[in-house]
């Protein structure tokens, strides 16, 4: 399997990875690594997180407040939203 990003969804990773560097580089580390697992998580077990939107899956990310929205389309996940647990629920549905 492999993974793929909508343009939105990698521009939040970025901007939260920006933000954890700025308020810590070692933070900032972390959140990247924390991200990297849970795509290896889903792209291990890509059926085991609970559908929240028709055939969205959500996978909740361990120390941070961040879920990770995606679908499972053949052999690709395609990652919807690298959303903050805090923000509107629904913004992510217009991708």
């Known amino acids: 399997m492999y993974y ?3 343009p939105d969804a990698l ?3 970025l901007d ?3 933000y954890y560097a700025d ?3 070692r933070l900032g580390r972390a959140f990247v690594k924390a991200i990297e697992a849970g ?3 889903i792209l291990r077990h890509p059926q085991a997180w609970q559908c929240v939107e028709d055939d969205i899956r959500r996978h909740l990310i361990k120390r941070f407040p961040f879920g990770i929205y995606y679908c499972t389309e053949g052999n690709e996940i395609f990652i919807y ?3 903050h647990m805090s923000r509107h629920p629904d913004y992510w ?3």
Do not use: L
């Open 23 to 25: 308020v810590s580089p």
């Open 39 to 41: 795509i290896d998580d």
């Open 81 to 83: 939203a690298i959303m």
């Open 11 to 13: 521009k939040e990773y």
């Open 93 to 95: 549905k217009s991708r």
């Open 4 to 6: 793929s990003f909508h």
């Open 16 to 18: 939260a990875v920006c």
